[in-house]
Structure formats: C-alpha cells, structure tokens
C-alpha cells in the first residue's frame, strides 16, 4: 500500500536522523538513573565519570482527558493532534503521583499505555540516548565470574572461594578465599568500585552468579554495594522473559544502579541466529565458534572442590580463563546492542534483553510524540500467510550453491511503499530507508577498513551495520506484532504475498538458466548450478543474470557455496563446506537434547553419505551399537540435560522424579541446568551417579531412531531397514552383519 502520509509535510519539517537518533545529541551517557521523585541523574564518561542532573516528568497517554485532571500530582493535560485513540499526553509532578494514578486507573477500568521505566519515559521525551559519539570500545566493560564450593546458596558450606575479573587488556585480577568469604567479598566489591565500570558481564549472569554473590553477601550482612550511588545490587522479584529468534527463555533480572548488567549467555544465543550452536554453555560455544585458546584451562564442575584443596593455582587459572572467555563472546555478540542502544531510547541493558517489537515500539512512539501527534493502540492479532518454503529435491547434491534475496521483507516494503495504515505521519518507511541507506555505507566502512588494515574500524563498522541489519529486518516483523501500537496485519500479509512471488520467480529463473533448484526458505534457494559454473565469480555472475528481471529494488545476491548438501525434508539439510566444515539444519539433525554419542554419529554419518562413504556409514552404526550392547561407553557421551522450569516439570514426570530425590535440592533450582542419563530401570539419574547401569535397550532404540533421519535417502523402507537393521540384546551382531553385506553387495553394486 502507497500510504499517502509516506511523504507527509509534517515529517519534511525533521530530519530523518532525529527520527531514528533523537533530537538531543548529548554525548557520552553512559546510565541514566531517578533521583527521587521528580529528577534523573544522568551519569557521562568523557575518560571519568562524571554525574549530572536534570527534570523527569512522568506521564501517560490517554483515551479521554476527564479521569486525570482531577488526580493528584497531574502538571498538564495536552491534547495531540491526530485522530488516533491515545489523544491525550497527560504529564506528572513526580513519579510517586504518576504510580498512583496509573493505578487508580487500572481499578476503574480507564484505558491508558504507559512505559513502567522512569528512564526509558525520560530517554522518549527528551530524545536522548545512551553512548553517542562512543565506540563499542570506549565504554569501560568488566568481565565477572565466580567458583564456589556448592550450587546452593542457602548451604552454609556452599562457600564463594574465587572471583575473577577482567576490564580491557590492562586489568586481569584473582581474588580468593583468604581470611573469611566476608572479606573476599568485602575486596572484590571495593575493587570493583576502584575500577568504576559501566558495564558488568558474565556467562548466566542473571541466573546464578548474581543471585549467588547476593545471596552469600546478605547471608554475611556484607551486602554487594556496587551502585554508582552506593546501593547494593538489586535482584528483580519473579523471573523476566528474554527473546532469542523464536525462542523466549525466564531470567531472573538483576539491576545495579549507574551500571549495565550484560549477560553472553543470552546474547550468543541471540547471535546465533542460524542455530549452528550445540550448545550455549560457556566452553562450549567458545569451543564451537573455533575461539578456544590452546593452553585454556579446564576443571569439571564436579572437581571444583578437590580442585580447590590439591591444585589451587590450576583452579585460579580456569577461573581466570573464564572471564576471558566471556570477554570473547561479549566482543563478537555484544556490540549489534551496543550500537542500537545509541538509536533507541532505552538502556543498554533494556536494549540487550528487549525482543525487537518493544524498540520499533519505542521508535514510533518516540516520532509520533517529538511531533505532538497522538498514537494508536493495536490491532488485534489475527493469522497471515508466511514465507514461502519448499522442498523441491531430495538426495545427495554437489556442488550447492545458495542466493538470497538481500532484505527480502524491507526491500518489498521499500520499493512497493507497503507499510501500517495508521502511520499517519509516514514516518515508518524514512526510518526503514535511512537504516538501510546507513547500512549500506557501513557495509562500505568496513570493507574499506578491512583492506587498509584497520582492525578497530572494521569491528566499528561491522558492530553498526549488524545492529542496522537487526532493526531493518525488524520492520516487517512489527506490522504482525500483537503489542504494537502501529501494527497491521493486513500490511503483513501483502508483504508475505510479495515474496513469495519474488522467491518463486528465483526458482523458475534458475531453471530457466539450467540449474537444478533443491529448497526455498522465505528469501533463500539453494541449487545445484550448470557444470560450468564451478568458480566464486562465475557464480556470482550466474545469479546476476538470474536476478536481471526481478523488480527494481529487489537485490539477489550469492549467500554461499558448499562442496555438498545432503536434503532430507523441508528445512531439515546438512551442508559441507568446501574447507570441509560441517552444518546441520533442522530440529531432526541437531538436537541440543541427543546424547552427545548420538549426536557424533549422526554428523559422521551426514558427512560420510556427503563423500559418498556409504559402507563406512553401516560399519560404524554395527559398531556403535555393539558397543552399546557391551556397556562401553562413557557417561560423558550418553548425558542428556534439560533446563529447569515449570513447563519442563510439567512435560517430564521422570524429571520431576528426579528432582525429589536429588540430595542437593540447589541442583534442582528454577532456571538451571541439569545433567542426567536414562537407568536401566527407566528412570533418570544424575550423570555423576553413572555406575554402568544405563537403560542399553533405550540407547539402542535411539540409535535407530537416529538413522530414521537417513530414511529418504534411499530407495524403499526394504532397502532402508536392510541398511540400518534395528538391533536389540538378542541379535545375533555376526550374523546381522554377514546378511547385511550380502544384501549390500546386490543392492548397491
């Protein structure tokens, strides 16, 4: 839709800048805080910190003007232009006046949107943000983690015995266990003031580390007064939700005043937007990611303690490692919200745990009232079409090459001037092209960073076009977002509609040029290209002329090329890549929950069936499986773990079992991670209790149920079940193996 406020006269009157950036430049806000009940301190680094302060006016946004004027504390009541619903932007004396009339309200059933963040209601009306004219660099970060002798806090004996901390290159420091944990603590929250950071991070920050080192403190009336103003850590009451992709997870929320608490737990899952993670524990994904350092130290959980008493200075030096650790993840996952928090009126840490519908939300709102205009409330949520997927071809394939239609969703918003019908302003669509325009020239920043040798502009350049890309793509997603004020889902859906034609316009044209298409996903198509299209620049030419009558604004570009692709149903693939690296797509082929043997099985035999290695696939599935028979695996390779909450106790009545008989009911904490294995009873017991008895039945049924994942890979279930024959403790394995390679040799001769 060509919305007719797209070019409306009232937005010629900003610039566009000030729409995405605030009309308030005042550099280097690092936290902005309430003082009381009618001021904010805002706190500045330009090399120190330095505090200031400045009014708050609390207000709300209102249906009708009646209800308030009376209330207590009301300054002002101002009509806004516009028909929208929220017409009225009634401003407070103080923040005590405004919590009593919001709830008055909420009793008598009075229609009203208020933000429940004194700093985000000030960031909105004052068009301030945090960190401008700073670099990801400049802000001081300290990276925080902790040993302790026990998971249970409340356990006397559960002691605090080291804590690590790292700030930039110049600051790595050890503290331990000495005199008392009282004056461990005492130590390491002095040192912390000393060193004055703006940002405090840590792997599962929010739900242990925090908590514990809270807990410790009051248990010894030591409390953690790590404020800026000398208040103690506060630990949120209940537990906060965090969005990941399609995934929202409960924390427990933490808040230290002046100071962002910034958890790598949370934000590598949210870079990891590709599900190619196995895992987001802290070793794990460093080691996934290929970031491990050779001489990292290790020390399994369960060694924490003896660790301690034999071989204190190998614990120090894991601990010391973690922290680095973090600081790795922090510097490749943080910086996309570092750089959005210049843009939107929230805190970094507001910015770091938001899901992307809350920051469009504040964008708007932000807009509409800088140009006095009233606001809507949203659409009630209905159903849409989606993205178009696609299974076209399944088997083995190479070479695969993939294209991908750049900002499929925004680019059809762009070029056909599709956004939400109640954008009276037309200010939606100015944000959405000047992100990309700012996108693209970052994109050229970094590429000329790279070739001129300039490391720390490159990882500048690349943290701004990441967090361009993520708000960009943000703008479809918000037309069909149940909370938005300006969403429309009937805009939505003529953009779903839009790119499924693009998309299968890419199939039809890339059989047209010969190439064989094999999956379509909403923006992308991989394919098998024309024999003699076998290099990096003849691909990227191929999908050039592939791409020459799409619609103007419609950008087609290579996303990737790969030496296989194994296609086993719709978004369930393997790729290997021409340096050999491995990745699995589907829920099917990467289970975070499959026991690690499992796992490793499934990605040898992917690979194996990619190289053509057929025979090997079948000797190792024989051999894994005797080995099972034979207790032969360790308990390292048949762990499982699930996350602790309500409603994974309410799907797993084992794990609920379980949970009552542990011996440390810490262990069982809402919100951690547990590790377990199936006994041969049927139970589950704690993988540190293995003692050869686990359930050889299931993990042989498991295997099997493994291979069903190759099933489509061959011609007929006969010739599936003669490949991968289901094997129980009564087969006989030298027999199954003589009649299996007699049924190979006619069958795949």
């Known amino acids: 839709m060509n919305h007719p406020g797209a070019s409306s006269p009232s937005i010629a009157l900003r610039e566009t800048a000030e729409l995405l950036y605030g009309h308030d430049p005042l550099p280097g806000i690092v936290a902005v805080e309430r003082l009381g009940g009618d001021r904010v301190r805002l706190y500045r680094r330009d090399g120190v910190v330095s505090a200031e302060e400045d009014a708050l006016r609390p207000w709300l946004l209102a249906e009708r003007p009646e209800p308030w004027r009376s209330q207590r504390g009301v300054a002002d009541v101002e009509l806004l232009a516009g028909e929208h619903e929220l017409r009225y932007l009634v401003a407070f004396s103080d923040w005590p006046s405004f919590l009593d009339a919001a709830q008055t309200a909420q009793e008598t059933g009075e229609r009203f949107f208020r933000l429940r963040s004194p700093v985000e209601q000030y960031l909105v009306r004052t068009g301030r943000t945090l960190f401008k004219g700073m670099v990801f660099a400049e802000p001081r970060r300290l990276q925080i983690d902790i040993e302790t002798l026990g998971l249970d806090a409340r356990d006397p004996e559960s002691q605090i015995i080291v804590v690590a901390m790292k700030l930039g290159n110049d600051v790595e420091e050890l503290y ?67 969005k990941a992709g399609p995934l929202t997870m409960p924390y427990t929320p933490a808040y230290i005043h002046g100071r962002h608490v910034v958890d790598t737990y949370q934000q590598i899952q949210r870079y990891d937007i590709g599900g190619h993670l196995s895992s987001y524990g802290l070793k794990q994904a460093v080691e996934e990611l290929g970031l491990t350092r050779p001489s990292r130290e290790f020390v399994p959980g369960a060694e924490i303690a003896a660790v301690w008493r034999h071989d204190r200075d190998r614990l120090l030096r894991y601990a010391l490692d973690d922290v680095r650790d973090v600081e790795v993840l922090s510097n490749l996952a943080t910086p996309t919200e570092f750089y959005q928090t210049q843009i939107l009126p929230r805190p970094f840490q507001a910015v770091a745990t938001g899901g992307p519908g809350e920051k469009l939300n504040d964008l708007m709102l932000r807009a509409y009232l800088m140009h006095g205009h009233s606001i809507p409330t949203a659409q009630p949520s209905r159903g849409y079409p989606g993205g178009h997927a696609e299974l076209l071809a399944t ?10 239609v750049e900002s499929l969703y925004p680019s059809i918003m762009l070029t056909e001037g599709i956004t939400s019908g109640r954008d009276t302003l037309g200010a939606y ?24 040798g300039q490391e720390a ?63 379509v996903d909403t923006d992308g198509v991989y394919f098998v290209p024309p024999a003699d299209v076998d290099v990096p620049g003849a691909e990227e030419q191929f999908i050039s002329e592939v791409a020459s009558d799409l619609p103007a604004g419609i950008r087609l570009s290579h996303d990737g090329r790969f030496a296989g692709m194994l296609s086993l149903r719709l978004k369930t693939y393997a790729l290997l890549s021409h340096d050999g690296a491995m990745t699995l797509k589907g829920s099917a082929l990467r289970s975070r929950r499959m026991e690690p043997v499992l796992r490793r099985f499934l990605v040898d035999a992917a690979r194996r069936f990619l190289r053509d290695e057929r025979e090997a696939v079948r000797e190792d599935y024989f051999a894994l499986a005797e080995r099972m028979r034979q207790r032969q695996v360790r308990p390292d390779e048949i762990v499982q773990w699930g996350m602790i909450n309500d ?42 209790e293995w003692d050869h008895d686990e359930n050889t039945v299931y993990l042989l049924r498991r295997l099997r149920d493994v291979a069903e994942r190759f099933r489509d890979l061959f011609g007929s279930d006969s010739e599936f079940d003669a490949f991968f024959p289901a094997i129980t403790m009564r087969t006989d394995m030298d027999a199954a193996r003589k009649q299996e390679a007699a049924e190979q040799l006619s069958m795949f001769a």
Not at 217 to 234: F, I, K, M, N
Not at 395 to 404: A, I, N
Request: proline share 5%; hydrophobic share 40%; aromatic share 8%.
């Open 395 to 404: 088997g083995v394939f190479r070479p695969v090459v993939k294209c991908d």
């Open 176 to 242: 331990w266990l000495e005199e008392s944990e009282a004056e461990l603590l005492a130590r390491v929250s002095e040192r912390l003031l000393e060193l004055d950071p703006d940002v405090i991070e840590g792997h599962n920050l929010f739900n242990f580390d925090l908590p514990f080192l809270v807990a410790r403190a009051e248990r010894l009336g030591v409390p953690l007064r790590w404020g800026r103003d000398g208040s103690p850590v506060r630990i949120g009451a209940g537990s906060a939700r965090f």
């Open 457 to 519: 502009e490159r990882a500048m350049w690349e943290g701004m076009q990441g967090s361009f890309k993520v708000l960009i793509n943000s703008f479809y997603g918000y037309l069909g977002y149940g909370g938005g004020h300006f969403n429309d889902f009937d805009a939505a859906e003529r953009v779903t509609l839009a790119g499924q034609r693009i998309v299968k316009q890419v199939v039809e044209n890339l059989q047209a040029h010969g190439a064989t298409p094999i999956e």
């Open 647 to 688: 409603q994974t106790l309410a799907k797993f009545p084992r794990l609920q079992r379980l949970l009552a008989r542990l011996p440390n009911p810490a262990l069982g904490r809402q919100g951690g991670r547990l590790e377990f294995y199936e006994r041969q009873d049927g139970e589950l017991g704690l993988i540190d």
């Open 429 to 452: 669509l100015p944000m959405l092209a000047d992100l990309t325009r700012r996108r693209l020239e970052a994109k050229r920043e970094s590429r000329r960073a790279i070739q001129a």
